[in-house]
């Protein structure tokens, strides 16, 4: 069974530019959850999206935003980029009910923004 | 959900137990204790949950205390690849939700 898949893993851009990262969650896995990691501030939630609605959202600006589309495949886009966006992108996915509790995390996409 | 308060870091010797604790004073009856890791520079790991009783799997065992306040991960023979930040969580199970809150964890240092 394939994990998450996150592409890409590492890219580079300037401030100003606009990024958008894909996350391909497990098969038959319908929600999507997306974290931000810096040296700083860790592990933070960004959203989460479950049939192709967003289902939470956490404290980032708007300049974060997502989408799911129907096969569960997941895209999030930060636009009008500054120094502090540059930080490793996590996508997790997961079962509807949660049962376990179990999040399975990509590999995630390491961004730098010069 | 519920803070929780972990040491900032451990060190444990090879094929040793290590022990690392996790303080949740404020949970409530109905949230979980769950267990990340995270070996550098790839994606956090599940590793364990549980409720109020003590709990095992093939990766690690989870002893909770009685009055649900704290609980302490145990990887019963710690290796080289054991090294990595522990995440100590709490949360409500079957919640419908795909948000975790991490604390800064416990970075855990397996040494030769």
């Known amino acids: 069974k394939a994990g998450v898949t996150q592409t890409p893993r590492y890219l580079i851009k300037t401030r100003g530019q606009q990024v958008t990262l894909s996350c391909s969650p497990i098969s038959g896995h319908r929600s999507v959850s997306w974290y931000q990691q810096t040296p700083g501030q860790g592990l933070q939630f960004l959203f989460e999206y479950f049939s192709e609605t967003q289902r939470n959202k956490g404290n980032f600006p708007g300049r974060f935003s997502g989408r799911q589309f129907s096969n569960s495949r997941s895209e999030m886009n930060v636009s009008t980029l500054e120094l502090g966006d540059s930080a490793l992108y996590l996508c997790?996915?997961?079962?509807?009910?949660?049962?376990?509790?179990?999040?399975?995390f990509g590999e995630g996409s390491r961004l730098t923004v010069l | 959900d519920a803070k929780t308060t972990q040491p900032t870091s451990m060190d444990c010797a090879e094929g040793r137990a290590a022990n690392l604790p996790c303080n949740h004073s404020t949970i409530s009856g109905n949230e979980y204790v769950y267990w990340y890791r995270q070996i550098h520079s790839q994606g956090p790991q599940y590793i364990i949950h549980g409720l109020k009783n003590n709990e095992t799997n093939e990766m690690a065992s989870l002893i909770i205390t009685e009055d649900r306040k704290s609980s302490t991960l145990i990887l019963p023979h710690a290796t080289l690849r054991d090294t990595a930040v522990y995440y100590c969580i709490v949360r409500v199970a079957g919640s419908n939700t795909g948000k975790l809150i991490f604390g800064q964890g416990t970075t855990l240092q397996v040494k030769p």
């Open positions: 997790a996915s997961g079962q509807n009910q949660y049962i376990t509790g179990e999040l399975f």
